[in-house]
């Protein structure tokens, strides 16, 4: 390489590299490092201690926070999976490949718009229409249902993705392979359709999830503010803004950040993991 | 199968782009309750197009790109050295870029956040090389906070870029007499230059809405379009939904012209702007 | 016909409002080695697709055994498909790609496991039998195709150019297996294919399609020897076109090699050349490269010439030359001569041609009313 021929350019870029990912991560360490404080105060060093992690424990407001999180994200995962599944059978089947085209944009419009311009489009539905529609039926559409609807809405744009491109690697032909040889519909779907489309579902899973754990738009906005229903990342911003801050907020952001990077790093391994198909050597 | 597209396109209709008629037909009203319908007229753009909006409006156009522009500046150099290295170490240089993806971004900025606070580190660092000005609720602050929560959003696409340059190009090039400026001028920059506009879209656009940062860093000192809009939609004062909607769809425009402009530069023909899709696509 | 397999009757096909197949019809007997063949878009796909079920014909019939499956689904059809791309599923091993026809039979899995080792074994990938798919190279996953494809011991087994993505020296070392394989189960193979020597190199009868439409159908010989028309004898082997007028239908003259042969009337020579006995028929001759003879043409010799050496190709066993016509059409003609019994001519020199062959196909000009 030309380029690198150069070890003093090397060197500089090195530095460059290496500078800022530690100004990355350094922030996000320190946090950590800090909810492990003996100390009264989230800022001033005072010794390794766990009683912060013993406080958040028993800290009901955090739990219901966890519990609102891991609840959001399991029903809005479910909405967004689902929704993206059938969308991608649809869009690999049908003739109509620009209308395809078409709803491939709409459904990751989501991805492409500012997001607080999406949570207030949503807050304006919800409140203008979906809230009086419901309690004419008798149903009380609070926040949890508001903000679940809004967190799938985002993450459908990453699942369809995730799984259309799964879908993409997938080859038609085999069901008619399997059909030839004797296969009925459910079969086909059961132990050719399935086995395959699996990593790719487990990934749009996974990152639906990741997304709904990270959101703070969508539940700020539908939450009026965080007032109505706070979410782990909801319960930290109204923290954040307090006259005394102990150690604790290090303990609920170090949970938040593990449990959201498990779902995000395994979203995505799963999605970039190459499927079998795409290794084989036939021709296209 | 015929069907089966039909839930999600509903879905999406019903809380994407119904919102969007509906905000549209919000904006156009002239009194600020939520509930009426009429009088219409476009009072609310015009408030939103005069100062002191209208200033507000441009410090975040201004801000965002000039901020947009760092963070890509920055992460270029990195990813042109990442994407030289041995493939081995190539992967494990790549996932330490794209792991703060997967970390919450409020989090992420609260830990930045401790930093510059007046008793931070960072603040502490530069007093002691004596540069003493206040970070947290300054613009200069909510600016570096910018740079600082975006900067992952610039690695991937620029990678998926820079990985496919090949290295016989450059030599090639260099055989045939050309010198580093003139390599990055002919070779490399048209290569690269779809990954750019992706990733300036990524960057640009959140950051033109962004609420969370100058909230916190600025700490209600700092006004851009995105408090403006939240405190329309949920301030205790005095909220103003049309006003609201008119600014949204002022951020809105300001984004797909910016994004439409930044497609309309890359190179002629098809294969650029469809690469720089392909990209988005990916991420 | 008796004993006819599988009978094609008038089947036509549309697709997306274009006529893909045209009114064919062929019958393939039973434990022949059958092969569609054409040039990539004369619909030899669509209507393999027609036989195996995947798509319904706008008209026309299927006969099997001389009982209609016109509108039978695929899994009901006692034949199976080695597809293109093999469509192998990735996700199985090579076994259970191999049983999956046997499974959907719902067979006993002793029976199972020993039929699908018993296919395995026949295209010699029993040791990889638990491979997973994509650790194959491209040879052996045409032959796990294969071998799920005969597994269910089908009576007809269809293959869509399995051959068409394999290296040449693998293709022809297939091409063989294939036909011994064919041979050994007695089954019938349809096997479409746009690739004439390979379509020779295996079959029994041939169906040549152009435009989705039936060219011609027979053995290899009657194809090469007689083609039926300038497509077929184009597509087939190399051709020579002579300019030559017909008489009659037993006789042409060709002003070129200033000779008259015997002719192989078709159609149109044979039909027009009755009723008017005094015009003459203008059309041409298909004469092969190896049907014709050259001579060395000395330049003080008496004899004019009736050709030159434009260029000449080595090729081992054979010589071609391409040789020039000295008459006012000045077209080229290629001739094929043993190497062994003559000497090398240089570009340039003149000679002479002569037609070796004893009758020769005629083909009359479409006449311009």
Sequence with gaps: MVNSSNPMRKKLLLGWTVLSLALLYTPVFMLVFYGFNAGQFALRWEGFSLRWYAAALSNEEMILALLNSLLIGLFSTVISVALAFTYCLWAQ?????????????????????????????LLVMIVRFLKPAFLEMGFNFDSLAAVIVGHATLAVGYASLVLRTRFNSYDIQQELAARDLGAGSRQIFLEIMLPQIMPGLAAAACLSFAVSLDDFYVSYFLSTGGSALKTLPLYIWSLQGRKAMTPEINVVSSVLLIVALLFFCTGLTLSRSRSSVENLKGPT | MKWTGLPAKIWMSLFVLFPFVWLLFLSVQKNSYINQSGPYGFSQFKRALNPPFSGIIVNSLVYSFAASVCVIGIAIPIVRYISQLPPRKRTLWILLCAIPLGLNFVVRIYAWFVLIRPEGLLTLILEYLGINSPLASTRAGVFMSMVYGYLPFAFLPLYTVFERLDPSQTEAASDLGAGTLQRWRYIILPAVVPGVVASFIFIFVPML????????????????????IESQFLGSTKPNWPF????????????????????KLLPKGHSGQKSTWSILQIQ | MNGSLLSVRNISADLANRAVLQNL?????????????????????????????????????????????????????????????????????????VAFGLRMKKLPPAEISERAHEALELVRMKPFAQRRINELSGGQQQRVALARAVAPRPKLVLLDE???????????????????????????????????EEAFAMSDRIAILNQGRLEQEGSPEILYKEPASRFVARFIGNANFLNAAAADGLKA????????????????????????QTALTQGVLLVRPEQLELSPCPPESTVRANGEVLMRQYLGAQIRYFVRLQDDSDSQVAVDVHSSEHSLLENGSKVNLFIRAQRIPFYADVQTP
């Design chain 1, 93 to 121: 089947r049908t003739r109509f490949k620009r209308l395809a085209g078409t709803s491939d944009s709409l459904m990751s419009l989501p991805l492409f718009i500012p997001e607080i311009v999406l949570s207030i489009g």
């Design chain 2, 209 to 228: 809405g962004e609420y969370l940062i100058p909230k916190m860093i600025g700490g209600g000192l700092v006004s851009s379009l995105g408090t403006q």
């Design chain 2, 244 to 263: 609201g909607a008119a600014l949204s769809l002022c951020l809105l425009v300001c984004a797909s012209a910016v994004l439409f402009i930044a497609v």
């Design chain 3, 25 to 97: 019809s062929f019958d393939v007997a039973d434990g022949e080695f059958f092969s569609l063949l054409g040039p990539s878009g004369c619909g030899k796909t669509t209507l393999l697709k027609i036989v195996a079920g995947f798509l319904q014909p706008a008209s026309g019939e299927l006969l099997w055994n001389g009982r209609s499956i016109t509108g039978l689904p695929p899994q009901q059809r006692d034949l199976n498909l080695v597809f293109q791309n093999y469509a192998l599923f990735p996700h199985m091993n090579v076994f259970d790609n």
């Design chain 3, 162 to 196: 399995p051959l068409g993505a394999l290296d040449l020296q693998l293709r022809k070392q297939m091409q063989i297996e294939l036909k011994s394989l064919q041979r050994q189960l007695g089954m019938t193979f349809i096997y479409v294919t746009h690739d004439q």
């Design chain 3, 253 to 276: 003259n060709c002003p070129a090699l200033q000779t008259d042969v015997e002719i192989i009337p078709f159609a149109k020579a044979a039909a027009t050349a009755q009723p008017n």
